[in-house]
């Protein structure tokens, strides 16, 4: 079950077009591609590789947000923005294991077109942690959620 590297932040802002505007012009940044969830998310890469996913977040965030992503803070400035931390890993089976031994509740998720099966829980702090393995690993567990069910 281990950890391979940190992921991404999610951060959830009023304005995505000016959080992405300043990724690109003071940061270097990238927009790139990100799977469709039907609701608003932009990708910044570094290279090829997304660091910074951002979306909507206030109070008035949409329905599919909330069901596929859940929603613990409505700021949309200082550190509550964070909406939470990914990481990729592997050993599914285990991990799903030790969560369950470990009594952690976790929310199963799988994102179709980029081969990703997640795993979502909180933090003892109310921060939210996606685990991120590939589909592969998945096999005959089935998501609670996926992303394209989630409708328009």
């Given at each position: 079950m281990p950890l391979h590297h940190l992921e991404h932040f999610?951060?959830?802002t009023a304005d995505m077009a000016a959080t992405r505007d300043w990724y690109v012009s003071v940061l270097g940044l990238r927009e790139g591609e990100h799977p469709d969830f039907k609701f608003p998310v932009c990708?910044?890469?570094?290279?090829d590789t997304d660091v910074i996913h951002i979306t909507e977040g206030g109070k008035d965030v949409s329905e599919n947000r909330k069901r596929y992503l859940g929603?613990?803070?409505?700021?949309?400035?200082?550190?509550?923005v964070i909406d939470h931390v990914?990481?990729?890993?592997?050993?599914?089976?285990?991990?799903?294991e030790h969560l369950r031994s470990a009594k952690v509740p976790f929310s199963k998720r799988q994102?179709?077109?980029?081969?990703?099966?997640?795993?979502?829980?909180v933090d003892p702090n109310g921060i939210k942690?996606?685990?991120n393995f590939a589909n592969s690993e998945a096999a005959?567990?089935?998501?609670?959620?996926?992303?394209?069910s989630l409708t328009s």
């Open positions: 999610l951060i959830q990708w910044m890469y570094i290279g929603q613990q803070s409505d700021a949309v400035e200082g550190t509550g990914a990481f990729r890993c592997s050993g599914l089976g285990k991990m799903m994102v179709d077109d980029q081969g990703l099966f997640q795993l979502f829980l942690v996606e685990l005959g567990i089935a998501p609670e959620l996926m992303a394209a």
